[in-house]
């Protein structure tokens, strides 16, 4: 089959690889139909991902049919339609049973990591029947893809850990495919407002199409400033950092009132200040979290009931022969206006 | 009356001061029976808290008797036995509304910081209706003067915050009048093990004492180490700061598990590292906190019903005549072995 | 001043009575601008209220503006436009500081009930600064009025402590004002279903109008058949009851789904069965609850972020001297298909 | 082997039956070592639940020794000690994914009850990594059969529902063995009153012991009456239901305080007046819910830290073939003097 490998910092090929084998009585093989790139996959490819070793196959993301299931899988058969969590979960484990599915001691973020992942025509999955979910009848296959990983960590990790609420003040810093994630999914909770903090105006003007009631360019405008401003000098009762370095995560700390929440969806690599002199007697939350997927029966129902659109995330279209143009469009996002790259298989 | 005035970094004395008058009809003036001293007085005398300014008397802590009511005060009366609370609270501000009293926008902590305090014969109380507890029949009230901000600060800061539950495992760094305070009422949920943390072998002693599990002197062995073995090398599911320096601040990080929170309790001049290239997928929570006393009722409660017996935090006593002995005795706590030392007035 | 008088049970009249007088230091003199009629009027002029005496002035809903205020009011003065809340708060005792003003001690509801109310020339409102809200700048005033008792009360009883979430399924039994009520508040937590179920076609409609996603008349429709189609055979995730009576009661104890919530916010007259003997084991909760107007500061920014449009609940409109008519037409709701009557004072 | 076999309302024998043999890849075989009797095998003696059929092995509690696995069990090998939770649940359908165990689409309360149980030499247990728990080293086998059911149903559908928290006041109607759970259980909350009710004076003595602060005979005193006075006329936080008839329930209706909680524990044959003309403005909740067990992990690790020990609820001790016996003086409680009584197997 084709597969889309790494080969160590800065090198991956779309090589011919053998069908993936069930290995245990939990997995599935998955006849991919779609998958997607992720910011995580240009991370891996500039090697700051160092448990990701040369060879494996990448991608976390998309939905398929099942060609095969092993001998402890009864909720599916050959023929269903999937969607593919970004995360394996046990079921079992005690992080499992609490939720934290992103921390089972057997799987987590494993797939296009610590083994091989979704961009190939095949893919095995351990765990299957609580990693991977039917696909409702009549959803909008490519669509789903999007609840792979981007709209469940974007809500989780934002939204949820956020407390957003009925007439909450929402800032996300960083209009990228995670923050605009973050903002469709806010929506849910009836914000009263929700400020989109970036410095790229083509994604700015994006989040203005998907609801953000106020969009700050920190090229031209100081997000402070113009955050006090919008807020009765009070500042925000939720600040999303989905961005990932020292500088937006201060500025999420400028941006918070008392007694609000700053939750970080951003991977960082490097620490960063926490100014407690300031904060110590604020009442302020911080939380972080790898995305545990749990709200995916959720966000079905909400993709089935019309109230959440995931198709708008969706900018360009490759099939996998062609996935260093993919790879090429999507890490050049500023120029291309790339936000999710859609992959059909084969 | 007498009154322990601040008269600049590293001064202060004991004055004769006139008698404070009613400014508003919600005010009331207490007749002091006992008050205390504590950590931030010794702050302010450093001269780390510039809104302290000269001429103000020191004290937030204590219990009285009600002298004079002003017009729109109904629930007390001359006579009444009543616990002072640190926060003054309106009531009625969004703040208070939320039970965030230690934002409320005309109060907070200010007695003794902003306006005059408790260190003295009399002090007058703003917002009195929502800012004094009536002391319950038979209470023994020197035990109480625990209850105007060391034992609420615990329990709400590090307590409530860190989501202490039945089964928990619980690492409080510091052990200081604060972290025993923490120590005492994390109790109320039966966690499973609460670590102490400390250098000082005889506030470990009175850990050991107060319930602690297990006891860490970090002047002898290293805390992360001794942690993870408590703890099945995962951490614990609360780690309380309770010291305010960047380095007690970085060890919590060490300590905390997946899925677990951080709880501030110290009070920070500077700020700290947040190793966010290692927590950011973590699951965790880090909280701050001004205390809010939105628990006293409740701690009332447990005093009264025996669950909590205050009086073992308190050792030394004073009379406000020997006011200079009070603040050396607690100065050099660890010489002295002071924790909380009680003021009897006059 | 003019003013709706309660004569005993079938008897009121529009009549002449003297202007209030400030009674209390807490207490302000409100000018009406705008009232409405409340179902539980119409409860107190059938006698179902005796703790409603004789000589009463109706009416706990409406806006006006500031005349005179007591001398512990500080943030209101005359001339302040403000909305009253249906339930009075001291912001001081137990039950309010833990957010529950419906069981202030000296307080609750009492507006129209236990001392005189709204649909007057002016009114005493005593707890002024806890139980009046700042009209917004720019604010539909007369809309407002719907956010007195109607709005809260759907929010509150019904909504939140029916623990709507993103993709959850409700039933709403009533398709009245407060039923109403709850469907448009419903929505701030995107539900992937609200189905309204009702025996009036026109409310029906309107309810469609509103937002639900499926509308149930019971005159020809069975509720639970219907119901169970819609949820895969498992019922809701919340039901809402909304009329008051047992035979709706029951009719939620039908519809809820194991784990869901049967949220009551109908005023009942009489003792319902309680089907534990099905019940015991689906781990459901029921809550009842008188709104407590919490959630009044949320609604108002809801209200001027656009999100929540309160107009849309008004039908028909009278001035204080057609008080008469108003009540004729809010009693016959059924034919003159009467929501809410605003009342412009005078 | 030998089992107690339910032969019809009325009868059961101890019979001799074949070994029970695995059925899919998630079953373990277990050897038995401890099991004990509940109330719900006398309901199904009484003939009391018809979905248990003639010719089942009863039981649902105990501790054993795996003996064999299938293939998708990895978790547990043969010769580990097992502590077998009375719920099965397979970790991976919707209900189970959220918590609620008991409502596992293919599992819940079936053992002893839908297939066979506990009390025989062998046992077979479905999804066995999710229904069983390992036996930590060192651990009193014998006190952890009180963890199968009766410690988690107190804990989960008395203490958790009821939202028992530091200084509550809680009344538990009922002091059999679950009433008795729930009153150990509560005290990892530090509630400041728990009043005992029942009629039987042995079992007062008991909850005495076990930890209550007030004990009523309603043989001879009136319970409202004396909680009344117990809690300054208000009623109590939380209410705990555990008999299972109307009587009791109603009890409960005017035991607890405004916002207060009446958790329902009792298993209930037929409906019961709900007061709704007197609650429905009191801001209460009443909850119901089969134990899911989602706390057993929990409770282990208090035990294992001694803050519960579970032994205390044992007063009988008997052999297999002593299980004619055993039931006789299970049933015949009053008399006896019985909690719970542990059957060692063989």
């Known amino acids: 089959m084709k597969a889309l490998v790494y080969h160590g910092p800065g090198k991956k090929s779309l090589d011919e690889r053998p069908l993936p084998e069930l290995a245990a009585p939990g997995d599935a093989i998955v006849k991919m139909t779609r998958t997607t790139i992720c910011g995580t996959d240009l991370h891996i490819l500039k090697g700051d991902v160092p448990t990701c070793e040369p060879g494996r196959i990448l991608g976390h993301e998309g939905v398929g049919v099942i060609e095969q299931v092993g001998a402890a899988v009864s909720s599916f058969k050959q023929g269903d339609h999937v969607l593919i969590s970004c995360i394996s979960s046990c079921g079992k484990c005690d992080y499992c049973r609490r939720g934290m599915y992103s921390h089972c001691t057997t799987g987590g973020w494993i797939l296009g990591h610590r083994i091989d992942g979704t961009q190939a025509d095949y893919v095995r999955i351990p765990h299957a029947e609580t990693s991977l979910y039917p696909v409702p009848a009549g959803a909008d296959e490519e669509a789903l893809v999007m609840l792979s990983d981007i709209l469940p960590t974007g809500f989780e990790c934002g939204v949820l850990n956020g407390k957003v609420q009925p007439g ?44 953000a009631t106020a969009c700050i360019d920190i090229g031209s405008s100081d997000a402070v400033t113009e955050v006090m401003k919008l807020t009765d000098q ?22 918070v009132a008392p007694g609000g929440v700053i939750a970080n969806v951003g991977v960082h690599g490097v620490k960063a200040d926490l100014h ?13 979290r790898l995305v545990d997927t749990v709200s995916t029966p959720m966000l079905l129902k909400t993709v089935r009931s019309g109230r959440l659109d995931p198709a708008q995330l969706i900018t360009h279209r490759f099939h996998l022969e062609e996935m260093e143009s993919a ?8 120029d291309t206006h790339a936000l999710k790259v859609v992959i059909q298989v084969p």
């Open 327 to 334: 790879y090429d469009t999507f890490g050049r996002a500023a």
């Open 234 to 255: 009070t500042g925000v009762d939720c600040a999303i950092e989905a961005v990932g370095i020292p500088a937006t995560f201060e500025l999420c700390q400028a941006l």
């Open 276 to 288: 407690l002199e300031k904060l110590w007697d604020r009442n302020v939350s911080i939380t972080t």
């Open 168 to 211: 909450s003040t929402v800032a996300i810093v960083g209009a990228g495919p995670i923050g605009l994630a973050a903002l469709l999914t806010a929506q849910f909770y009836s914000p009263s407002q929700i400020v989109m903090i970036d410095r790229d105006a083509n994604r700015l003007e994006v989040a203005k199409r998907f609801g």
